[in-house]
């Protein structure tokens, strides 16, 4: 897919930038724009001109069949001289804002096919308002209902009103459908996708539960049993986003609209991309790597000298060291002090803790365990109304947020998460299986698992009634020989991600730190360390394939 996309952004270049230019796609304007102005910041050589904006839209964007016209895609190339790619890298990765494959094939077919156009900018449409045309008639939309009838709602929520507001009516599709199909080669069937996206909202929200198609996510009561505790909340507070960085960067970019620019604090040794976000953009960071009681004291210190922040970000529990943050000690700080709290809850998933009381908004990544197929992306950020910056985001947020989360994505997404909750129970399991094979080995140095880190009553006082302690551990030998020969005859799938349905094990910190090892070893994080993303195998099985790597380790290292 990347060779897709390349392709792609070449076909671009050679059609509206000059030799000696790269393109990079993204799915908006407003993100090129903001890709664009991180080019110019970012490379001491290239003059403002040089870097340039060439959006997309389809052929008859100024159609009157307004149902074609608004469910069609749209795309936006920055053009940039080849010596500031690396700037455009660095935002396309930080951002997490990059086209998804599914966008930018279904486009790439549409462009190559001369349905995909440069736009004139008359007539723009919006997927965030696009009209449902296929399907059973309670999963249409009628004309009668647009963003006009409710201003005051984000564009998830108008979808939402809107098709339950037309559920009971008729309307003539069939001319809409022939549009697609003869237009870009291939149906690009919408008629879930707003249920799909209104169903994820509500898994993640905790008012559905049950294993079951979209049409629950209209059929639900809202807040049936809720895990979110939270007076006021609703799936109204849940925002979408095609990555769970784009939740995280947009979270901060939104905070610092609302509140200004001002510096952020990074509590615990992160994903690498989130210190990141906070270090280059905005006036900076504080970073506390270590996630102390020793770092509070510290930043409390600070904080009664007078010094100002934007947020504190966490992830509760972090990775790879799943140490769990004091969340009730930093609310207070947050309350006495005036900032925002972030908390991601990716590895800890809001079915095992419920970490909401304690942050203004919690963002996840839907790519890992939500999903757990491994075949699609996505993010989350959830508000707390109780939050003491939830009025002045949830406003923001009305002219901010933009819904660019792919449709077919999000059909993906809904069919994945179906299981979710059965998934989880299944997956703390088999963790807690494996840490008991571990620790019992004479040569595991350390096992880091929330239930054994000296952090777990932290994690305990957020752990739900059910709640286990996740899916994701690390594990540490006395040599390195010892850690290599594990991995190497441990016999599970290899890779970087984590969250998927079969178990994965990564070299982590050569992977995601290879050129600054000795700086990731300040914090705890050797380079030796192997990370485990546990999955959904049979107990037994799974169990026995780390006895059988145990058992054969020492025989090999002679340890």
Partial sequence: MLDMKKDFADKI??????????????????????????????SASVEPEQVRIVNFAPETENTTNEPARRMLPKISAVIFPCDCYRAAKSFWQHSGDGVS????????????????????GRGQYSMNNQRLCKGPKRYQRGSSVGSADMPNLTPMD???????????????????????????????????????????????????????????????????????????????????YPSGMSSIFNTHRVLSIVRGAMKSICYGFPYIDTLKILQKWGPGCLFYGNGSHNDLDNLEQRLREGEKYLALFCEFP????????????????????????????????????????????????LTKVFSGD????????????????????????????????????????????????????????????????????????????????????????????????????????????????????????KGPSLGTNFTLSSPYTLLAHYGELEWAAEFGVEADLVRISVGLEETKSLTAKFERALEIMPALTGA
């Fill in 318 to 365: 972090g990775n790879p060291l799943l140490k769990s943050p004091d969340l009730a000690r930093i609310r207070s700080l947050a309350d006495t002090y005036g900032f925002a709290v972030i908390v991601d809850e990716t590895v800890g998933n809001f079915m095992n803790v419920h970490v909401l009381p304690y942050a203004d908004v919690v963002v996840s990544s």
């Fill in 374 to 493: 491994s075949n699609v992306m996505g993010g989350s950020a959830v508000l707390n109304p109780q939050g003491q910056y939830y009025e002045l985001l949830k406003e923001a947020l009305l002219t901010e947020y933009d819904d660019n989360y792919w449709a077919e994505d999000a059909i993906f997404m809904e069919r994945n998460s179906r299981d979710f909750v059965e998934r989880i129970e299944r997956i703390n399991t088999n963790a807690e299986a494996i840490c008991e094979v571990l620790k019992n080995h004479r040569r595991v140095k350390e096992v880091y698992y929330p239930k054994y880190s000296p952090t777990r009553p932290f994690y305990d006082h957020c752990r739900n009634a059910r709640g286990g302690y996740g899916g994701l551990l690390s594990v540490t030998f006395y040599t390195t020989a010892e850690a290599v020969t594990f991995f190497d005859v441990l016999d599970t799938a």
């Fill in 158 to 240: 108008r979808d939402e009103e809107a098709l339950k507001a037309t559920a009971r009516t008729n309307g003539d599709t069939g001319e809409s459908n022939q549009f697609v199909e003869e237009r870009f080669g291939r149906n690009l069937d919408l008629s879930f996708v707003a249920n799909a996206k209104l169903a994820i909202r509500r898994r993640i929200a905790g008012s559905l539960t049950v294993d079951a198609d979209p049409q629950q996510a209209l059929d639900v009561p809202r807040n049936l049993e809720p895990v979110r505790c939270v007076e006021g909340f609703s799936e109204s507070n849940v925002f979408l």
């Fill in 101 to 120: 494959s599914r966008r930018a094939e279904f486009c790439h077919k549409a462009f190559t096919s001369g349905a995909l156009i440069e736009s004139t």
């Fill in 13 to 42: 270049v050679q059609r509206h930038g000059n030799p000696g230019e790269q393109a990079m796609l993204f799915p908006s304007a407003a993100i090129a724009t903001r890709c664009k102005a991180f080019i110019i910041t970012n």
